[in-house]
């Protein structure tokens, strides 16, 4: 039964392995554009399904936005409102939109209430608590909105973790570093310590996560010092990313490898003294590289679309919406199946290019992407990009190719360069060059993980041949971490 948002597109039904109603709709439809894959959907009839062995459950961990309005207004904020104070007409996660993840939370044991705004400002948080006091609930907050009465009702309703974003005195941070928001701050701290303790309860558990930057890394002893007096149950010091060229230089990423040491040499003693401080949930301090990805399988991330979330705790997202899918089958979805390959069986080096710079996977590259992106030059790869594809289009194939493979040896951001590597993979299929073709569209979908048409292809040529997939799926370190949460 193929449900009817999924019948209309049959990009969609082929990553789904419905590849009987993919070709039954593209038969009936002449467009152009889909002839190559309703011959190559002919020739693969009967082939195995591509990485069929590389299923998982659905995710523990659901991040659900709660709230598109904050005025706080942070200059580090990765949300967008540095400048505005709401990113979306509703400004909040409607009931409705809350029950159309449904099936998602069913599936998990840990539920996140995070961002995109301010999630104390949502007035339907409790209600969203309520509906999940069975689950092991996170809320994480400024702590601007929280008064006394707030934080009676979170006990009420078996919150278990309120995790508070702090930054100390980073001036790009929360509060814009600002003395009398740490002071106010730390006192907050200690008067919901002091009320949890008097309503003799042990949650919810105080957690602080701290973007670390060059202006907050001198005075991490002091917020790590107020954490350890006021009896902070975690604290996560994460790097922050900077979203801007311009922030940058006051990252860690600059100058990492002494950063990191620095970063770590507080960590050690901290822990020492018996604070849970660590760098992210996996790793207790922070490295060069992680692999595989503890994300993988276990978290997925509604964010601004809700029918396009994230499955890691980065911003990776797929070529298919959930829409029309239950979880399981979105879950099990070729583009999963696929990254579960690439993270458990693969070299690094064949990851896709957004993991390569993700620094929960290579807090070191993250750098070194920063200075390959200054030295593009947009307007000149675009004309040449243009021309090689008008060449492509009037079938100059040979042309076509030359020019493109010039263009390659630029530098280039990530979408043009898997356009590039999509359009010679194409040329390769219309020569029913199929080895050669595979070998381009893995490269389109490394550097564009989002790339419907390329992934479907992938799908297809896939299926010529006998992948073999053995997994080097590492300890389930998330799980451990889920147990120790109930
Ligand atoms: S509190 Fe959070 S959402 Fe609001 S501006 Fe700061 S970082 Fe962005
Ligand atoms: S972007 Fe890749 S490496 Fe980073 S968290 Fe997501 S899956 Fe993991």
Redesign the pocket.
Known sequence: MVNEYLRNDPLDLILTDKLNEAFFLLSGNKKCSNQLILKLLNAVKDKPVPLKNLRAFPPKIINIPTSYKCTLGCKMCSSGFQNTTSIREEKFLTHDEFNSLMPWIKESSIISFVGLGETLESPYIFDFLEKTRKKTTYLVTSGVPLKENTFFRLIECNLDYLQFSFDGNSSIGHGGGKKNYIRGFWEKIKTLQKIKHEHSGKTPKISIRVAVDKENIASLDELLNFSYEYKVNEVFLVPFVPIEQMFFDTSLFDNFNVNKNRLNQIIKIWRKKGLDVRTSIKNIFLHNANSP????DNIVNFGYELDSP???????SLPIKTQGYLPKEFWNSFPLRY?RYL?FSCEQTE??E??KT?W??NAKNVSENYEQLTTINHEDALTLYNKASELKRIKKYLESQKGFNQLLKKPLHSSTRSSIYFHLGEIKIIKENYNEALSYMKQAVKFNYTHKRAFTYLYLLLSFHDVPTPIQRKKKVYLKWISSRK
């Not at 990805?293 to 993988?296: F, L, T, V």
């Open positions: 990805c503890m994300s993988i994230t499955v890691c705790c980065s911003s990776l990254l993270h990851l896709p957004f993991c993700c929960t996977e």
